[in-house]
């Protein structure tokens, strides 16, 4: 079945100390990404990666880090998390075309809870 | 810059009604995208549709149709014949070829609830 996975899918953790919320896809997909879903503000996407080796940053990065070592692992690193990083987060894949924009597939979401 | 602008915050409707969500962007592009995407109580995003911006045609699926006129900037949804299911989040969102892939930039979302 394709599909992206994220783990955990909850998580409460505390100030300052470090988490990875994982992210695979198994549609062999060149394009991940990570976004972020506050009431009232939609979703905003935090980091993406093209292709391996390949990352940049979205709208909302500071706080965040991201490595793409292998075409279907995608992790979000919170090295020091604090109370505003409070929020549900979703990894996304899609494939990449020219300047096509494909519709993307999203994990399950994580909602982390920061104290 | 790109923006999505989901006015309606929250909509209420009875079984069998017909509602219609409102979705306006912006754009400086030529070349875009949109799409709705589907947010259920149990959280998981689902994929409805993606329109470009030279294609114009209404779409139908189902009770689903969606209504673009790029004269206006908008890309409306329209549910028929409202169901219980259909009680979700749902969120209109724009990709923009300048950007480099395919960075979504969502509204803030449409919450429908659909009362028996």
């Known amino acids: 079945e394709a599909q992206v996975t994220q783990n955990p899918r909850y998580l409460i953790t505390v100030t300052g100390k470090k988490l990875t919320v994982t992210c695979s896809q198994n549609m062999n997909h060149e394009y991940m990404s990570w976004y972020r879903q506050d009431p009232g503000l939609g979703l905003r996407q935090i980091y993406y990666?093209?292709?391996?080796?390949?990352?940049d940053k979205g709208d909302v990065p500071e706080g965040y880090k991201v490595s793409r070592k292998e075409k279907r692992n995608f992790p979000l690193i919170l090295e020091s998390p604090s109370p505003n990083q409070t929020s549900l987060y979703f990894c996304?894949?899609?494939?990449?075309?020219?300047?096509?924009?494909?519709?993307?597939?999203f994990g399950p979401g994580t909602r982390l809870t920061v104290t | 810059a790109q923006k999505v602008t989901q006015a309606q915050t929250e909509i209420s409707v009875v079984e069998k009604e017909d509602v219609t969500l409102d979705c306006v962007y912006e754009?400086?592009?030529?070349?875009?995208?949109l799409f709705w995407y589907k947010q259920p109580p149990s959280g998981e995003l689902v994929f409805l549709i993606r329109r470009n911006s030279f294609d114009e045609q209404n779409e139908i699926s189902g009770r689903y149709s969606w209504n673009f006129q790029k004269s206006t900037s908008s890309f409306n949804f329209t549910i028929t014949a409202s169901q219980v299911v259909d009680s979700a989040v749902y969120f209109c969102a724009l990709s923009d070829a300048r950007e480099y892939g395919n960075k979504l930039v969502f509204g803030a979302g449409t919450i429908l609830r659909v009362k028996s």
């Open positions: 990666s093209m292709n391996v080796e390949v990352t």
């Open positions: 996304a894949s899609s494939r990449v075309t020219g300047v096509a924009s494909y519709e993307q597939y």
């Open positions: 754009t400086r592009d030529t070349t875009y995208y």
